[in-house]
């Protein structure tokens, strides 16, 4: 009896706990775009800071800021790296450069595994366009091209990289990867100016935007997958 009495006047003369604010109230959440302004994935990071904040308990400002190079390996490896853990920074990088890492590549600097993953903004399908002027009308003709046309890529953990090698070492075509482009919007610009062929990325990027939607209409673009 009286260890349950000791208990309960413990219980009552415990000081209340004084109400805290939210950790984020007052705050800004950075986040990091791994790619060049108006392209897909810096769509949906623009979005996404938009709204967010209205679901986080303090309303916290989100701004977004583009960090492009290497398809997102400058951005993974900033918020790896550089950023500090304390909740305030956001990586919205490309999905697909968890490659990189495996594939050994010297830029690296980030461990796939030990980001903490909040969620995916997209569940892609893909496409690869060509040029309608050129003379591959189908997979079948390029793979019968004696001069492999040229795609563009931002890096080698990207589909505009990994498409093309898919494509080759299942079906036997010729592709010539142009890699080192900023972003998506400079690969479509080099396929305007014919310094490139072809492109694969997502389905998604291709009806979203400019210059997509001038190239359906003037038939510049065909689709051979």
């Given at each position: 009896?009286?260890?349950h009495l000791f208990v309960l006047m413990w219980l009552f003369f415990t000081p209340p706990?004084?109400?805290?604010a939210p950790f984020y109230e007052g705050k800004t959440i950075t986040v990091i775009a791994g790619v060049s302004a108006g392209s897909a994935y810096d769509l949906y990071a623009r979005l996404m800071a938009q709204f967010m904040g209205k679901h986080i308990a303090g309303n916290p400002s989100f701004v977004v800021q583009n960090m492009t190079g290497a398809?997102?390996?400058?951005g993974a490896?900033?918020?790896?790296?550089?950023?500090?853990?304390?909740?305030l920074t956001i990586g919205a990088i490309q999905p697909s450069i968890y490659f990189n890492q495996l594939m050994k590549q010297k830029e690296v600097r980030y461990d796939w595994a030990k980001?903490?993953?909040?969620g995916s903004s997209d569940k892609s399908d893909y496409l690869l366009y060509m040029r309608a002027d050129l003379p591959?009308?189908?997979?079948?003709?390029?793979?019968?091209?004696?001069?492999?046309?040229?795609?563009?890529?931002t890096g080698a953990g990207t589909s505009g990289s990994y498409m093309p090698k898919l494509l080759e070492e299942t079906l036997g075509t010729k592709f010539a990867i142009v890699a080192g482009y900023q972003g998506g919007g400079?690969?479509?610009?080099?396929?305007?100016?014919?310094?490139?062929?072809?492109?694969?990325?997502?389905?998604?990027?291709?009806?979203?935007?400019?210059?997509?939607?001038t190239w359906r209409k003037n038939g510049f673009a065909r689709i051979l997958m």
């Open positions: 009896m009286k260890r706990a004084w109400a805290q398809g997102s390996i400058i490896n900033y918020v790896y790296n550089v950023s500090k853990p304390d909740g980001f903490g993953w909040i591959y009308k189908t997979l079948a003709d390029v793979r019968k091209a004696k001069e492999a046309p040229k795609c563009g890529s400079e690969i479509d610009l080099a396929v305007e100016r014919g310094e490139l062929h072809c492109r694969a990325f997502t389905v998604q990027a291709y009806h979203s935007r400019e210059p997509y939607f």
